[in-house]
């Protein structure tokens, strides 16, 4: 079975924060991806990663960074954490051949106050 | 246009009934149509998927139908059963990039 797991299910943290979400895969995929999850709209896009080191915006990129050192693992970056983004957090990860098929990790609900 | 338009926002069905999810897009080259189920405190997971060429794709109790010209797709839930409530998501892809609809929770009451 393939497994994401994200480290924290529940944050919590105050305007201003750095804050750091990590996430793992653990089966060799060479996508990597970022969403948040709100009410009425969907999942968007943060970033996205397709090899070390690489990665690529999305459709809400602003105040958000990503890092990539290895392959299984892909950490998404808040530099200076608002009340705009308490948000539901999502990684996901898929092969290069079947992008449409990603899996989810469980999400992390991060509120900032 | 990128966008991926869904009704209803929320679906109350009967036991036994048959759910019905409506998904639009704009964008023609997408290629691939997958919906997303997503139960509480869960992240989503694919539940079926369907390619433009193909006008329906039955899983079970899950049917995607596909409309073309219409550039329209929905998904049918038949016998739905309460073990289906959750909210499902619609998606269309070109590329790497999944283009999310906006959910629809669906109950069903027993």
């Known amino acids: 079975d393939v497994k994401v797991t994200q480290s924290s299910r529940y944050l919590v943290k105050r305007t201003g924060e750095k804050v750091f979400l990590e996430c793992v895969q653990d089966m060799d995929h060479e996508n990597m991806f970022w969403y948040r999850q709100d009410p009425g709209l969907g999942l968007r896009l943060i970033y996205f990663s397709y090899d070390v080191k690489m990665k690529e915006k999305g459709d809400i990129p602003e105040g958000y960074s990503v890092s990539r050192e290895k392959k299984e693992r892909f950490s998404l970056i808040l530099e200076s954490a608002s009340t705009n983004q308490t948000s539901m957090y999502l990684c996901?990860?898929?092969?290069?051949?079947?992008?449409?098929?990603?899996?989810f990790g469980p999400g992390t609900r991060l509120t900032v106050t | 246009q990128q966008q991926v338009k869904q009704s209803p926002q929320s679906l109350i069905v009967q036991k036994g009934g048959i759910s019905i999810i409506n998904c639009a897009y704009e964008n023609t080259a997408f290629d691939y149509f997958p919906w997303y189920q997503q139960f509480p405190g869960k992240g989503p997971a694919l539940l079926i998927a369907i390619r433009p060429d193909v006008s329906e794709k039955k899983e079970g109790r899950f049917t995607i139908s596909f409309n073309k010209s219409a550039k329209q797709f929905s998904l049918h839930i038949m016998d739905s059963q309460p073990g289906d409530s959750a909210t499902y998501f619609c998606a269309a892809t070109g590329s790497y990039k999944l283009i999310f609809g906006s959910g629809t929770r669906l109950l069903v009451r027993p």
């Open positions: 996901a990860s898929s092969w290069v051949r079947s992008g449409y098929e990603q899996y």
